[in-house]
Structures are given as structure tokens and as C-alpha cells.
């Protein structure tokens, strides 16, 4: 099409050189202008880029990652490349999930894995990524077909499954294990997982998963009234694993009664979505290509615009048992680590000069180590800060109540058992 | 447990407690798991029906004990609204409690989530999470189950999103 268009206008514009009459003269440039409107969009429509081998710096209009390599250029980051040699598992590819893997595509990372067992849903047009004619496809589906074409150096892996069954976390494991793509690296097959899910249950498998494996891991959410969100990087033994801190106690600012209207039909907003996304994808990143802080744990509370970070220790009394035997692990290499991270200090310190920061201290401001608290033990008292308050009430009475295996059903064979059920199944009465 | 009724407490502590905490990856602890989840089942079930409150069927679809299925229950106007049951125990079990599925109801009602499982977060999950290990499959009915289906079912029919069988049977045949 684009070498007839050609050919049209150079017919125009040898008959616009052979007319002498000027009256129609407005009218060709008329014809000249709509054929070369038309030649550009028969350039542009439908273009597909091949896959590059090298990363390349070289700032050209069609390069597609000059302007992500210019980031060494500005000392921000020292090998942009590495990024190629990544693995990133999303799970849950909704709201959150697609617009992290959207940016981890156009950032070029080496290989995805994405996990979901849903459908695209006209419900979902309020968010980013998906497209209206993609629903009825499976979000995995419809999420490889558009991230393929923005980004065919990607490599791409689709899981359709729910991972909080039996099987579909076999599946979950195995694909975390899987070595092809980098059969040099240590660990599991994946440097980082993400979790992009909307539910505890789902969390809670992510958790154990990443637990037995040794994986670290960053956690996302926004909330059901769709002001506020969160992210958080769980690194087995060494931080507070998902298991570590029950949702016993809660912010009482707002109180989640009133959130938490009749129905379960979540509230959601693009903005919302994208913004943690954004500091999901941002924070992966930072972790990956070392670059700035990564952070362990960032809130974002859109109505007040309040970005509370912290930091969360693992639970020695975690009800997770992978938990615990990181817990353990983690503390036998603690001494070597801590040293190292002191020797890196210590260099860094010396090559900064040496002076007082300041010459008199007319205030008396010393600094006083922190580290043994000597205030009252807020986890012991059973008090709470100002704010906080206790969700559940405490443990019901149950502890005197029959147990079962006592002498009520002295049977203890599983088939027994089933039958017995079965039986009374069949009794009609 | 301030905002339970004195029947549904009086059943609770009758059903009786499970003390193994294991999900379906532990071999033989979840063997053993699986006896007191059918002990406590078949204590629940007896009640019921001694008390002439029989609601439910459910057995397990596989030797695993992992997916159940059955049907479940309920008299509204004196006519009775039945319903296919299914459920998975899922991998974190029992720090998570089974997601219970009505998938003849799966649209009818915005107190679901997608693929029929019933909405348990408010009234249920924490009483789940703070009595793990010792509730089970008999309790998940007793306290998950049971109030959802006497708390939607009557909506359900009283707005036609749900007809008796007999009325529909009838109107089809029109």
C-alpha cells in the first residue's frame, strides 16, 4: 500500500508540473496533503518491532531503551543490562498485577511469569490494561498477548491456575523452582515474586510458598474502599513474614465497620491501583538493579496524603513453621552479615573527611543508644499506643469444651469414619 | 460471640473441637486431621438431625479429603430452597478456612464472590482465625454457612431472584 500511495503522489505532482492553469493548483495540494496523511498511516499501523539482542544506549528515535540506559549515564543505576538476566513472578494479574507487569515489560526484565485463574470482565474497564475486547479471555491470556507486542524481548510464562488448591500450588512451586532460564543462579528460579493478589487466603499461600523456598518477596495491596494501599518486602527469617502479625490490631482512625458497607463488592480506582503499582514495580527495581533504598514497608492513605513507613521484626512465636526454621537460619548467619555490613560503613565513613559536624554544642544534645528500651513494655503490658486498638476480643471460653477422639466416638479409622458419615447421609430422617 | 443466638452457641459447643493443626501436605498428620474433621462432622450431623434441624449434606469428592461436595438447605414460607455445596481445602488450611461455594447462586447475590463463594469475612474469619486449629469443616457450616443462608436466602426469594423448584417447573412448563 505504501509504494502505490507513493506512486499516486509523484503522478500528482508531475501533472501538478505539466498544468500551467494555477486555478486547480490549490486543489492538487489539497490531494498531495490527505496522500501523505494517508502514506503515514499505512507506516505506523500495525508495526511490529523485532526482538533486540543488545541493550543499546545510543540515543535514536528507535531505540527502545536509550532512555532506560541513560539512567547509567546519570549515575543512577551502574549496569541497566543486568535486568535482562531477571525472572519476576506476578501473581494476580488485576488491577495491580497487569500495570506492574505493563512497566516491568517496557523496562525490559528478561522473563515473567504471570498467575491467575480469572477472566477479563467489562467490571474491570475502570482500571488500567485491559481492553474491552479482551474480556471473556483469561487475564493470563489477554495480558501475554498485549505485553508480547509492547516488548517481544520479554519471555514470557502464563500459569491459569488458582494457586490455593492442592494442585494448582504444586504447579505454583514447581514453576518457582524451574531453572531453564538461568541455570547458574542460586536459589529458586526467580530473583523477586510479587504479590498482586485481593484476598488473605491467596497472601497466605504466596507466604508459604516463599517461606519453604527461601524466596524473598514483596507483598501489594489497596484497600476495599479503594483510598489507601500498601506494599511491603518479606525476606524469609530476616522480616516479619505475612503469618508473623495476625489483623488483630488496627489503625482506629477510621473505623473499618463503617468501610465495610452491605456487600462485598470492593470499591476500586485506577489511581489507587496505579499508584501502588507504581511503587511496587518502583520498589522491585531498587531491590533488583541495587540502586536508592529498598523499602520494607510503604503506605500510601490517599485522603490525607500520608506515606507511613516501618519496619517489621519476625515473630519468634510465628504459627508458621517455615517461618520458624527461616527465623532460625537466619540468625546463625546474622554475625557475618552484620560484620560485613560494619566493615562497609566503616570504609564508607572513612573516605567521607573526618571533622566535627559541629564545633560547639552550646544545647548539651548527646546521643543516647536506644537500643535497650527503657520505657514501659507495650507488648507486655497488653496496653496499646494511643490509636491502636484490639480488633477480635480475646480468646472465647472453649478451652473446657469436649475435644474430639474422646469417649464419645471411640473409632479411629478413616474409612470407618467415612462410612459413618456416608450413612448418615443416606438416612433420610 | 456477643451477636450469636443461644441455639446457634448451645449446637457450637456440642460440635466437637479438632486439636491437629495440619493441612493436606502433611501426610499422616493430615490423616489424622481428617478423622476429627469427620468426627467432628458426624457429631454435627446426629445433632441435627436428633434436633430435627437437618440442613445439609456434604461428604468428600476425593480419598485425599481435599474438595467436598453436597448440598445444603433452607426452609423459607415452609418451602424448601436446596443447593449444591462444594469446597476445597486450600494448602495454608487450617490457618485458612475453606472458601465455601453455592455455584447455582453464583450472580444472584453481591454478598458472593466470583464463583459462588459465599462472603465470610465480616461474620466469620476471625472467628475462624482465632479459633485455628481447633474449628473445622462442622463449624465452617455451623458459623459460616448457616447464618449466610438465613440471612440471604429470604431476600433472595422474597425479591424472584431465586424460585422454588415447583414454581419453576410449573412457569417453564407455561
Not at chain 1, 30 to 52: F, P
Not at chain 1, 123 to 130: V, W
Not at chain 1, 150 to 174: A, C, H, K, R, W
Not at chain 1, 259 to 272: D, I, M, Q, W
Given at each position: 500500500m505504501e509504494t502505490e500511495l507513493k506512486e499516486i503522489l509523484n503522478e500528482l505532482n508531475s501533472l501538478q508540473n505539466s498544468l500551467l492553469d494555477p486555478?486547480?493548483?490549490?486543489?492538487?495540494?489539497?490531494?498531495?496533503?490527505?496522500?501523505?496523511?494517508?502514506?503515514?498511516?499505512?507506516?505506523?499501523?500495525?508495526?511490529?518491532?523485532?526482538?533486540?539482542?543488545?541493550?543499546?544506549?545510543?540515543?535514536?528515535?528507535?531505540?527502545?531503551?536509550?532512555?532506560?540506559?541513560?539512567?547509567?549515564?546519570?549515575?543512577?543505576?551502574?549496569?541497566?543490562?543486568?535486568?535482562?538476566?531477571?525472572?519476576?513472578?506476578?501473581v494476580g494479574?488485576?488491577?495491580?498485577?497487569?500495570?506492574?507487569?505493563?512497566?516491568?515489560?517496557?523496562?525490559?526484565?528478561?522473563?515473567?511469569?504471570?498467575?491467575?485463574?480469572?477472566?477479563?470482565?467489562?467490571?474491570?474497564?475502570?482500571?488500567?490494561?485491559?481492553?474491552?475486547?479482551?474480556?471473556?479471555?483469561?487475564?493470563?491470556?489477554?495480558?501475554?498477548?498485549?505485553?508480547?507486542?509492547?516488548?517481544?524481548?520479554?519471555?514470557?510464562?502464563?500459569?491459569?491456575?488458582?494457586?490455593?488448591?492442592?494442585?494448582?500450588?504444586?504447579?505454583?512451586?514447581?514453576?518457582?523452582?524451574?531453572?531453564?532460564?538461568?541455570?547458574?543462579?542460586?536459589?529458586?528460579?526467580?530473583?523477586l515474586v510479587l504479590s498482586c493478589v485481593d484476598n488473605y487466603e491467596a497472601r497466605m499461600v504466596v507466604n508459604q510458598a516463599c517461606n519453604e523456598l527461601n524466596q524473598t518477596w514483596m507483598e501489594s495491596g489497596v484497600s476495599e474502599n479503594a483510598v489507601s494501599g500498601h506494599i511491603q518486602l518479606l525476606v524469609p527469617g530476616e522480616t516479619?513474614?505475612?503469618?508473623?502479625?495476625?489483623?488483630?490490631?488496627?489503625?482506629?482512625?477510621?473505623?473499618?465497620?463503617?468501610?465495610?458497607?452491605?456487600?462485598?463488592?470492593?470499591?476500586?480506582?485506577?489511581?489507587?491501583?496505579?499508584?501502588?503499582?507504581?511503587?511496587?514495580?518502583?520498589?522491585?527495581?531498587?531491590?533488583?538493579?541495587?540502586?536508592g533504598q529498598v523499602t520494607p514497608y510503604l503506605g500510601y492513605n490517599a485522603l490525607k496524603d500520608y506515606f507511613p513507613t516501618m519496619e517489621m521484626k519476625p515473630n519468634p512465636q510465628c504459627s508458621n513453621s517455615a517461618c520458624l526454621e527461616r527465623q532460625k537460619e537466619y540468625i546463625l548467619v546474622k554475625p557475618a552479615r552484620d560484620a560485613a555490613a560494619r566493615a562497609k560503613m566503616e570504609a564508607e565513613a572513612q573516605s567521607a573527611t573526618e571533622c566535627p559536624i559541629h564545633a560547639d554544642n552550646e544545647w548539651n544534645i548527646s546521643v543516647v543508644d536506644d537500643s535497650e528500651v527503657a520505657?514501659?513494655?507495650?507488648?507486655?503490658?497488653?496496653?496499646?499506643?494511643?490509636?491502636?486498638?484490639?480488633?477480635?476480643?480475646?480468646?472465647?471460653?472453649?478451652?473446657?469444651?469436649?475435644?474430639?477422639?474422646?469417649?464419645?466416638?471411640?473409632?479411629?479409622?478413616?474409612?470407618?469414619l467415612r462410612k459413618q458419615l456416608e450413612a448418615l447421609n443416606a438416612d433420610k430422617s | 460471640m456477643e451477636e450469636w443466638d443461644q441455639t446457634t452457641k448451645s449446637t457450637l459447643t456440642q460440635i466437637p473441637l479438632l486439636t491437629t493443626k495440619a493441612?493436606?501436605?502433611?501426610?499422616?498428620?493430615?490423616?489424622?486431621?481428617?478423622?476429627?474433621?469427620?468426627?467432628?462432622?458426624?457429631?454435627?450431623?446426629?445433632?441435627?438431625?436428633?434436633?430435627?434441624?437437618?440442613?445439609?449434606?456434604?461428604?468428600?469428592?476425593?480419598?485425599?479429603?481435599?474438595?467436598?461436595?453436597?448440598?445444603?438447605?433452607?426452609?423459607?414460607?415452609?418451602?424448601?430452597?436446596?443447593?449444591?455445596?462444594?469446597?476445597?481445602?486450600?494448602?495454608?488450611?487450617?490457618?485458612?478456612?475453606?472458601?465455601?461455594?453455592l455455584p447455582q447462586l453464583d450472580g444472584k447475590t453481591?454478598?458472593?464472590?466470583?464463583?459462588?463463594?459465599?462472603?465470610?469475612?465480616?461474620?466469620f474469619k476471625p472467628l475462624w482465625a482465632k479459633n485455628c486449629p481447633r474449628f473445622g469443616i462442622a463449624h465452617a457450616l455451623c458459623l459460616g454457612l448457616a447464618p449466610w443462608l438465613a440471612a440471604e436466602i429470604p431476600i433472595l426469594v422474597d425479591s424472584s431472584m431465586i424460585k422454588h423448584k415447583d414454581d419453576a417447573a410449573s412457569s417453564s412448563e407455561v
Open positions: 486555478s486547480h493548483q490549490s486543489q492538487i495540494h489539497q490531494l498531495q496533503c490527505r496522500i501523505e496523511r494517508l502514506s503515514n498511516l499505512a507506516k505506523s499501523g500495525g508495526m511490529h518491532r523485532s526482538k533486540v539482542k543488545d541493550m543499546s544506549a545510543e540515543v535514536v528515535d528507535s531505540n527502545p531503551y536509550s532512555r532506560l540506559m541513560a539512567l547509567q549515564r546519570m549515575g543512577i543505576v551502574q549496569n541497566y543490562e543486568r535486568i535482562r538476566q531477571f525472572s519476576i513472578a506476578i494479574i488485576g488491577g495491580v498485577g497487569s500495570v506492574a507487569a505493563e512497566m516491568l515489560t517496557r523496562c525490559g526484565i528478561g522473563r515473567l511469569l504471570l498467575y491467575d485463574y480469572d477472566k477479563v470482565e467489562l467490571a474491570n474497564m475502570n482500571r488500567l490494561f485491559f481492553r474491552p475486547e479482551q474480556v471473556g479471555m483469561t487475564k493470563t491470556e489477554a495480558a501475554v498477548e498485549t505485553l508480547s507486542d509492547i516488548n517481544p524481548d520479554v519471555v514470557f510464562e502464563s500459569y491459569t491456575l488458582n494457586i490455593t488448591t492442592v494442585q494448582g500450588f504444586e504447579t505454583f512451586m514447581s514453576s518457582l523452582k524451574n531453572k531453564s532460564f538461568g541455570p547458574h543462579k542460586e536459589g529458586s528460579g526467580v530473583d516479619a513474614c505475612f503469618a508473623c502479625a495476625p489483623p488483630l490490631v488496627v489503625a482506629s482512625g477510621v473505623d473499618e465497620r463503617t468501610l465495610k458497607r452491605e456487600g462485598v463488592c470492593a470499591a476500586s480506582l485506577p489511581t489507587t491501583m496505579g499508584v501502588v503499582a507504581g511503587l511496587l514495580v518502583q520498589n522491585a527495581l531498587k531491590y533488583l538493579l541495587k540502586f520505657g514501659p513494655d507495650v507488648r507486655s503490658s497488653g496496653i496499646l499506643p494511643d490509636g491502636l486498638m484490639h480488633e477480635l476480643p480475646s480468646a472465647d471460653g472453649f478451652s473446657n469444651l469436649p475435644v474430639s477422639g474422646d469417649g464419645s466416638n471411640p473409632l479411629d479409622d478413616l474409612d470407618e | 493441612g493436606p501436605r502433611d501426610g499422616a498428620a493430615w490423616t489424622q486431621r481428617l478423622k476429627e474433621e469427620y468426627k467432628a462432622l458426624i457429631a454435627y450431623t446426629s445433632m441435627n438431625k436428633s434436633n430435627d434441624n437437618d440442613w445439609f449434606r456434604i461428604s468428600a469428592a476425593n480419598p485425599e479429603g481435599t474438595r467436598w461436595t453436597g448440598k445444603c438447605w433452607y426452609v423459607h414460607n415452609l418451602l424448601k430452597y436446596e443447593f449444591d455445596l462444594q469446597f476445597d481445602i486450600p494448602v495454608t488450611y487450617p490457618a485458612t478456612a475453606p472458601e465455601l461455594e453481591h454478598k458472593m464472590y466470583r464463583g459462588g463463594k459465599i462472603c465470610l469475612t465480616v461474620h
